[in-house]
């Protein structure tokens, strides 16, 4: 598996994948919690200490076939991670205050399981 230092680029395809016709799938971030990494057919996250590719202060990205050229691993740091999913996460609340509650309190979880103090 190639291990890419193009952060930037796989960091945002997966929070594109969170969304489904533009909305944050809000189950998607509750799996993070649940299972310490979230993820479809193609492209997934882990931050579990359990995995073979677990890394200290980072999120695995994955990313197969056909969703990439080759498949394809990154690790982005915890705080890089959160601060995308928060941005993600804020216009959701916006576009559906009703949401509002139960995202700031999954967020606030993945902080926690993340250990980012601060943006």
């Known amino acids: 598996m190639l291990?890419?230092?193009?952060?930037?680029?796989?960091l945002d395809d997966y929070i594109d994948s969170l969304c489904f016709l533009g909305k944050l799938?809000?189950?998607a971030v509750k799996e993070m919690i649940d299972y310490q990494g979230q993820g479809s057919e193609y492209i997934s996250c882990s931050f579990d200490p359990k995995d073979e590719d677990y890394r200290d202060g980072y999120v695995t990205l994955y990313v197969w076939k056909p969703a990439a050229d080759e498949d394809t691993m990154v690790f982005v740091e915890n705080k890089r991670f959160f601060h995308a999913l928060l941005e993600v996460s804020e216009r959701c609340m916006k576009d559906e205050p009703q949401k509002r509650n139960e995202l700031e309190g999954y967020l606030n979880k993945l902080r926690t399981a993340l250990n980012v103090l601060s943006l």
Request: hydrophobic share 35%; glycine share 10%.
């Open 3 to 10: 291990v890419s230092k193009d952060i930037e680029k796989f």
């Open 25 to 27: 799938q809000i189950g």
